[in-house]
């Protein structure tokens, strides 16, 4: 029997160390800590790996704290397009949804694609309206926002139209990690008793993206993936250069095809290849023995992870 294990993530970014109170860093751990503790109390009733990540997940869109679900960024139109995707390592079932406007939880969206329907991606509208059909929480695009990223959006826009701010973009002493610079899509990637991976991926996207524009996070293979036979995957960072890199993916094929560790390809995708295209960011991965690394190119990235029985583990900076 496999010892389960669930870690999450809220995105990576630079450092705002100085300007942190240990106030406002105790308030993102303590999220943390209970996101962790929502997600494990899945796994500790022997449920499954897919079930923890979108408990793990649902949990952090919940969050204002974190860029996804309530408290997303906003678009250049001031509006809210969210992007989830969910994948099950013991089949490679999948779902996505990008672009959606009203559904409380996206990750329930990309989880219902998958399950209960014959497609593994919607977008806009159409995403909307079976997520609508599945009995789906629907709300008004205002429900996700808060007067923390309309700020940043104006931030954004005083720097320049063309500025397009990964996540978050309040004033660098609101966060522990500098929120103009602050990639925060949440994910959660799990193995359970049985020794099945599962990896689940949400955001807003970033700050003063054109509307329309989808990053990695809802993509198959660049924002998250899973496979029993190897690891799971959830990243954050610039979608753009995530995308280029198929870099969820990548880390697995280098397992499959190259026999490395999960350390030896996390290391390699974050630290040589990324940094190659622009592609500053992170990902949270767990290999099929169990084994968690959390590696990033940034200054932090939120981040923690839980064993089963054991106290939850959480961290911002390196
Ligand atoms: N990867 C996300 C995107 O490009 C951004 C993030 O990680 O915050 O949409």
Redesign the pocket.
């Known amino acids: 029997m496999i010892k389960p294990v669930l870690a999450i993530h809220g995105?990576?970014g630079a450092i705002a160390r100085a300007q942190t109170t240990p106030a406002v860093r105790q308030q993102y751990e303590d999220a943390l800590r209970a996101i962790l503790a929502g997600g494990e109390r899945v796994l500790a009733q022997g449920g499954l790996a897919l079930d923890a990540v979108t408990e793990a997940v649902r949990l952090l869109e919940e969050c204002p704290l974190f860029?996804a679900g309530y408290g997303a960024v906003f678009t250049k139109t001031a509006e809210h397009e969210l992007?989830a995707a969910i994948m099950d390592g013991r089949t490679r079932n999948c779902g996505s949804v990008a672009n959606v406007r009203t559904v409380r939880n996206p990750i329930l969206a990309a989880r219902a694609v998958m399950e209960h329907s014959p497609h593994v991606f919607f977008v806009g509208q159409s995403a909307e309206a079976f997520a609508h059909e599945q009995g789906l929480e629907r709300v008004e695009p205002s429900y996700f926002s808060t007067p923390a990223r309309r700020e940043q959006l104006a931030s954004a826009q005083r720097s320049g139209s063309e500025s397009i701010v990964?996540?978050h973009d309040a004033a660098a002493a609101t966060a522990p990690l500098d929120e103009r610079d602050k990639?925060?899509?949440v994910g959660a990637v799990a193995i359970d008793c049985h020794g099945n991976l599962a990896a689940a991926t949400s955001?807003g996207?970033?700050t003063n993206k054109w509307p329309g524009r989808i990053?990695?996070?809802p993509i198959i293979g660049a924002?998250c993936y899973a496979n029993n036979a190897t690891c799971a995957v959830s990243?954050?960072?610039?979608?753009?250069a995530?995308i280029r890199a198929v870099a969820a993916y990548d880390v697995s094929a280098q397992m499959e095809y190259a026999g490395r560790s999960l350390q030896q390809a996390t290391h390699d995708l974050i630290h040589n290849k990324l940094p190659a295209i622009d592609g500053a960011?992170g990902l949270i991965a767990i290999d099929a023995q169990g084994n968690v690394v959390m590696p990033f190119n940034t200054e932090g990235m939120y981040r923690g992870y839980i064993i089963q029985g054991d106290a939850p583990i959480v961290a911002i900076h390196r």
């Open positions: 995105g990576a860029n992007d990964l996540d990639m925060g899509t955001t996207g970033m990053g990695d996070s924002g990243t954050t960072g610039k979608g753009e995530f960011g």
